[in-house]
């Protein structure tokens, strides 16, 4: 305890040192060193914690989110797809005359539609996009298990048998006796390697992108170092930049230091890029509980009754719903016109460390010369 604290009495000293009884020399010779020091270290970690949050605020936004919409929207189709199947094929000789409802065709090419804008969303792994495609695979296969049973709709007992196994690609689980009337039965995912069916991978998929987004919401260890120590050389480097200035004054006669006022003016921008970070953290933290209820809350009930009442007032479970309120909550966490800033924030740094370093160089040369009129050596 007491190294610690003679270290950072030393440090404190070193970073701002007292102008009482100092030696212009020396008071130069240690500003030249400290404040760049600071600068870089201030700049270089705060830039790397704000592109962090931006980076992981802009990837939710662009690519997460837009993955779990076109997840949930693939698995809400395939079931209202399923449904008008069925009902098409019970309705006898109407399947055989005008083939299945437009409807049908309208969900299973929304349902391909959207696993083909999730591949290319960028949110997922190379091993998630394999996995991706052979979900896409057994989409066409449980269409065509589909269009067999409508070849095969005068047929009861055949058709049946192809509905049932396209609905076992579907869904693993069979439907309970209690379910059988309902239009869109339950289908729980099955997890391990009883995980074949397409709702099962689908659910799979979903379960990882929303722990990668709760990962990418919460606050990492990384950043919140980088902003502690940000946050203390800033201070020590404001402070220190003061005093010199103060220093300059009483010293050197010199009123306003052009090349230390340039280099504190990155300064003012810190407050900006701080509560722009936190507006995104705290955006991604209210964008969890929406991605939970994309992948939990939604259902093939709820989107057929948007689908049939579009003038009903909106299920705040619909997917549209969830979608539009994600798209908003991340959008607002930031303040637009600071888009672009972070990859400026370590550069910035670099030139104040070297505005600051070439001044104080310049102003000990010059005293090394010549002393000026009422310095004191």
Known sequence: MAVAFELARRLGRYA?????????????R??????????VVAFSTLGWAYADVRDDSAYLRDRLAPALVGLAHAKASLFIAQGEAERNLDETGAAELSGLSERYRTRVARATQSLNQVTRSGALTVAEEQELRVVSALVVDYTGWIGQAQGHAADSVLRDAELSYARSMLCSRPVAAADRQERFPPCPATTGSGATSIVDQVTGLERQLRGRLADRAAWGGGVVAAAVVSGLALVLLAAGLWRTGVFLRRRFRIRLSIPLAVAALPLLAVPLLTADALLAQHAQTRSSPMAYALAERTSPRIETIAEERPFDGPDPRAVEVLESRIDETLSDGRLPFLDGVAPFVLPAGLV????????LHAYRREYLVVARPGAVS
Request: net charge positive.
């Open 16 to 28: 701002w040192p007292s102008t009482t009884g100092r030696r212009n020399r020396a008071y130069l």
């Open 30 to 39: 240690e500003r030249l060193v400290a404040l760049p020091l600071l600068a």
């Open 352 to 359: 104040g460390a070297g505005l600051v370093g070439g001044a």
